[in-house]
């Protein structure tokens, strides 16, 4: 069961908010919500989007000392950073999380979902608990925290002008199915069709839109020669990087006119019908 809120989320103390005031009063004031931002895929768009002059609120679960060496890097790019601890599947945490992003930061601008839960089920090892493990942190979340971003931005003073934006991390495996990976799936499925319902119910004040990457980072089922052949497997000869999907995300935020829609980035991977998921494949 998650813990109560009162003990999953929490606001790192006020030492935890620092900048480079020169190169920081320099930046455009915009702030991004990037949630499992500690390591892999949201670590990356966390550092692309504050090259890019974005600050960040940092959410962890329980990679903590990952969270503060990435938010130490944030740091020396001249923004302003805030860690926030949450365990998302806590619905009343996961409520809690942008106000305290605002609190902290004055404003939020973007949400990054990038955080999520990947475990290996099928059709004949499924369970009610895996699918509701995988819908609670991988699909109720982003729900919840566009809500909160909606509410947020129609919040401010400035409400008629201002505008926010959610980002989806969602999977190539939607395009390119096979029977692996069943309960994250049905998640990711369900967010992709979150992400259409969103965009049309949120509009004009936030729009909504999803990034799926290919195979991009190795794991604990696919790494070495084996990884380095799967990634190879798409038409373009190569599937997506850490840095191609953090590009993309970014490109997404800061083009106004994409909302309700996904952006595929797997070098073609979704193209392909493969029996199994990469990470069961064979050599």
Not at 142 to 150: K, T, Y
Not at 251 to 268: A, Y
């Amino acid at each position: 069961m998650p813990a109560s809120a009162d003990l999953t989320t929490a606001a790192e103390p006020d030492t935890a908010v620092q900048t480079a005031p020169q190169a920081a009063a320099r930046l455009p004031r915009r702030v991004a919500l990037v949630t499992g931002a500690a390591k892999r895929l949201g670590r990356e768009i966390a550092l692309d989007l504050a090259r890019h002059g974005w600050s960040i609120a940092l959410h962890y679960r329980h990679s903590a000392a990952d969270a503060h060496d990435t938010a130490a890097e944030l740091r020396e790019l001249g923004v302003h950073v805030h860690l926030l601890q949450a365990d998302l599947a806590d619905e009343a945490a996961c409520r809690a999380l942008l106000p305290l992003a605002v609190a902290a930061l004055d404003q939020v601008d973007a949400v990054v979902n990038s955080a999520s839960t990947f475990e290996y089920d099928n059709a004949a090892r499924f369970s009610y608990d895996q699918l509701d493990k995988h819908m609670r942190a991988n699909t109720a979340p982003a729900i919840v925290l566009a809500q909160a971003l909606a509410e947020h931005v129609q919040g401010r003073a400035s409400a008629n002008s201002a505008r926010g934006v959610v980002v989806n991390l969602l999977d190539q495996k939607l395009w390119n199915p096979n029977p692996d990976f069943l309960s994250y799936t049905l998640s990711k499925a369900a967010l992709e069709a979150a992400t259409t319902l969103l965009a049309q119910s949120l509009a004009p004040h936030v729009r909504v839109a999803g990034v799926a990457p290919g195979l991009t980072l190795t794991s604990e089922w696919l790494q070495g020669a084996a990884f380095d052949a799967a990634h190879q497997l798409s038409p373009l000869g190569q599937s997506s990087t850490a840095a191609d999907v953090a590009r993309s995300v970014r490109f997404v935020i800061e083009t106004e006119s994409i909302t309700g829609t996904t952006l595929l980035v797997d070098g073609g991977q979704h193209l392909l019908r493969l029996p199994r998921d990469f990470s069961m494949m064979k050599p």
